[in-house]
């Protein structure tokens, strides 16, 4: 008739669940080992190193210019910053003082270059939560920052523009007026945005309370950016170690305030971004409204060959703390560059926050996270 | 004119054959019918969609294909050739089954879902009198065929050999199975007002009477409690946790491609046309015209109330394609629910709402 089900040969393990690297919400080709029970996800691994291109070793076999291009492919969401960073940790070895216009344009390019991101970071996460809209919403802005980059030097993500001891190209004619027109267009445009999504109940429910990362773990881990921000402290390195000409401009910090739920959480990590592209349309008005004349190419070295030496230094990209060290050996090769990758600190954190909460948490955590891997495997 | 398979039993009763031949003349014609014309509206509907989400997304959708006068750089129609192009490309794709799939239930489960949505409309009327059988028992077995779904989704999820597919077949399993009772409780409180399930009964009610969505309070939140009870029945955002693209890649079909694929898709768009059409039958006057609550004493009512057999199918088909694009607008616009959210609301907010509605409607019916 019916058997006596044995219980013993029933197993009720804990399934491992692969997702990735192709997968199409890991923001790339990132790979998570999730131990799952039913929905609910007890431990998350991320692997990583599908993207590794050998960045760091490339570096240590060419000149110093022509590592510029290397680090526009390490964060290709956010090329400017890298590039700029890695430009001013030469210029520390090297020890230049640059001329006034070089560091606004920089400014400008560095802060256009953080809206893009955070547009990137923004629509990808609506688009992770489920809501497809806002993210070709997102993208039809990036676009008009794009435009203006192609004006500026001819390329739309990979720019090579920020160089050791200058940038390639001056300004454009027309590039100051075609930026107000952007900056005048988009700032209606984030009240849109927050009325698509931000305040849309669902996506509230799906963001709010989900992934709190409480601030000593975030600190402890070494989380930074806007990430970090969000969970209750205004570090930032404009503010904090200000660069380039970062002290000439009136500008808030966002900080998380756990608006919907508590601080730390998805929604307080999206929402710092959206407020920081505000504060970065505030500063790149400030820096057109005082842009000083000048030529950019007057300290451009013809030859980088540092004396024998070693530096660090700090830039706050659209993901957190980017650092490069550099040491050199007096020769036109660096000895050694090692980059430190925000996204790399920020997704470490990833296991401590989401155990306990179900799959569809842990894309919507990963998401406002804001990877690149590109940087993070570099 | 009742029902088509009475015509078509009237209109062939002169032949001199078998009954139970005639019977499956008149059985199989409908079928064949009713199957072209889903596969039309897939296609229709697949391009409206497109079109739809390219409105809401500040785009154009697609331009590029187009029929007649494509040469010279014209571009005709606006794309309208892609429906032909989409079809073609979806019928002539490879078959992939991964090597450790359960081949049989793999290649019946799609089969069992289309037969699910294509049974449904034996019991859906276009128009007065246009409908394949008008039994006394409709709107059951409507609920009843409707949920026959979900055994092709729990096989499809099961014999693709993918956790992915699984989670999003477990997912959908318990979705459907719980969103049919909020939707059975709504139906019924109509079911409660007009006292027959019926489908032509129920819209004779409201042309004696008024649409239901109008005839109390409840009946008025019943439509809502319905509508979003089949949208997410139905899976389509912001109820779409089974197939979530971000997260379970493409759910409980992720494994299917090409023919199974589309019929898959095939059922998806019929069922949201089932469940448009059943939401205007029930609450919004089926194929009555809207025009009739004007009263204009000195104009004859035929110059304006344009009612008859094909301005039936004109105002149903209008009701539903209008609660198609609501479905559509929702897609493109919310995120999606989280499992545990969409239960919640399913079993904390409707199925007591639709309880309470059920009882308070009897009292009304008691008192007025």
């Not at chain 1, 240590?60 to 510029?68: D, F, S, T």
């Not at chain 2, 449904?120 to 009843?144: E, H, M, Q, R, W």
Request: with cysteine; proline share 4%.
């Amino acid at each position: 008739m019916f058997k006596v089900i044995d219980k013993s040969i029933i197993n009720t393990d804990e399934m491992v669940l692969n997702m990735g690297p192709q997968h199409p919400s890991t923001h790339g080709v990132l790979r998570l080992k999730i131990i799952t029970d039913g929905e609910i996800v007890n431990k998350v691994e991320p692997i990583i190193g599908y993207l590794h291109r050998c960045f760091e070793k490339h570096c240590e076999n060419l000149p110093y210019e022509q590592i510029v291009p290397f680090t526009d492919r390490c964060d290709y969401l956010a090329s400017m910053h890298m590039s700029h960073a890695y430009s001013m940790t030469v210029e520390k070895l090297l020890d230049i003082k640059l001329p006034e216009r070089v560091e606004y344009i920089r400014v400008i390019v560095s802060e256009l270059q953080r809206i893009a991101s955070h547009l990137i970071a923004v629509g990808a996460f609506g688009l992770d939560v489920g809501a497809i809209t806002p993210f070709t919403w997102t993208l039809r802005d990036r676009e008009r920052i794009l435009d203006l980059f192609e004006l500026l030097c001819g390329a739309r993500l990979l720019y090579n523009y920020v160089w050791p001891g200058g940038v390639s190209h001056d300004l454009p004619v027309k590039f100051i007026e075609r930026t107000y027109e952007f900056l005048d267009y988009f700032l209606p445009q984030i009240d849109e945005y927050n009325q698509l999504l931000t305040t849309n109940k669902i996506f509230i429910e799906r963001s709010a309370d989900v992934g709190v990362l409480p601030l000593d773990v975030g600190i402890n881990f070494g989380v930074t950016g806007p990430s970090l921000r969000a969970s209750g402290t205004n570090f930032d390195l404009r503010k904090d170690e200000p660069y380039s000409v970062y002290d000439k401009f009136d500008f808030n910090i966002p900080v998380g305030e756990g608006l919907m739920g508590s601080v730390g959480d998805c929604w307080d990590r999206y929402y710092v971004r959206v407020l920081e592209m505000k504060e970065s349309v505030k500063i790149v008005r400030q820096a057109l409204d005082s842009l000083p004349k000048g030529d950019v190419h007057e300290v451009l070295p013809k030859k980088i060959r540092p004396n024998k030496g070693e530096v660090y230094s700090r830039y706050e990209s659209a993901r957190g703390d980017v650092g490069f060290y550099i040491r050199s050996d007096g020769k036109n090769i660096p000895t050694r560059v090692k980059m430190r990758s925000p996204a790399y600190c920020n997704l470490s954190v990833l296991n401590e926050i989401s155990s306990g909460w179900m799959i569809s948490d842990i894309i919507a955590i990963l998401g406002s996270l804001d990877i690149v891997l590109g940087e993070i495997d570099r | 004119m009742i029902s088509i398979v009475d015509t078509i039993l009237d209109s062939l009763s002169f032949i001199n054959i078998d009954i139970n031949m005639l019977l499956l003349v008149a059985i199989i014609l409908p079928g064949l019918v009713l199957f072209v014309l889903m596969a039309i509206n897939v296609m229709l509907a697949v391009y409206f969609e497109r079109k739809v989400a390219a409105f809401m997304q500040d785009r154009l959708g697609p331009m590029e294909v187009g029929i007649f006068g494509y040469k010279g750089g014209k571009k005709f129609w606006g794309g309208i050739g892609q429906i032909f192009a989409d079809t073609v490309k979806l019928l002539t794709k490879e078959d992939i089954m991964p090597a450790k799939a359960d081949k049989l239930l793999m290649l019946i489960s799609p089969f069992i879902i289309v037969t699910g949505a294509l049974l449904t409309f034996i019991g859906i009327p276009f128009s007065k009198g246009l409908i394949v059988s008008d039994f006394n028992i409709g709107i059951l077995y409507i609920i009843a065929m409707s949920s026959v779904g979900v055994i092709g989704v729990i096989l499809a999820g099961w014999s693709s050999n993918n956790k992915w597919s699984l989670y999003g077949a477990m997912r959908s399993a318990a979705q459907i199975i719980s969103y049919e009772i909020p939707i059975g409780l709504t139906l019924l409180l109509i079911v409660i007002v007009c006292g027959s399930l019926q489908v032509s009964e129920i819209v004779l009610w409201q042309s004696e009477n008024r649409w239901f969505i109008f005839h109390s309070p409840f009946a008025f939140i019943a439509f809502f409690i319905y509508f979003i009870s089949v949208v997410a029945e139905t899976n389509r955002t912001p109820f779409d946790i089974p197939e979530a693209e971000s997260e379970l890649v493409a759910g409980w079909m992720t494994e299917f491609s090409g023919f199974k694929w589309s019929i898959f898709f095939m059922s998806e768009y019929a069922n949201m046309l089932i469940v448009s059409i059943v939401a205007s039958i029930v609450f919004l006057g089926g194929w009555l015209s809207p025009f009739k609550i004007i009263h204009l004493s000195f104009i004859p009512e035929t110059w304006y109330l344009l009612d008859g057999f094909y301005w039936g199918i004109f105002w149903l088909m209008l009701k539903a394609i209008i609660l198609i694009f609501v479905m559509m607008w929702f897609r493109w616009t919310f995120p999606r629910l989280r499992v545990d959210q969409l239960m919640y609301v399913c079993w904390k907010v409707f199925i007591p709402f639709s309880l309470a509605n059920l009882f308070l409607i009897t009292i009304w019916e008691l008192i007025f």
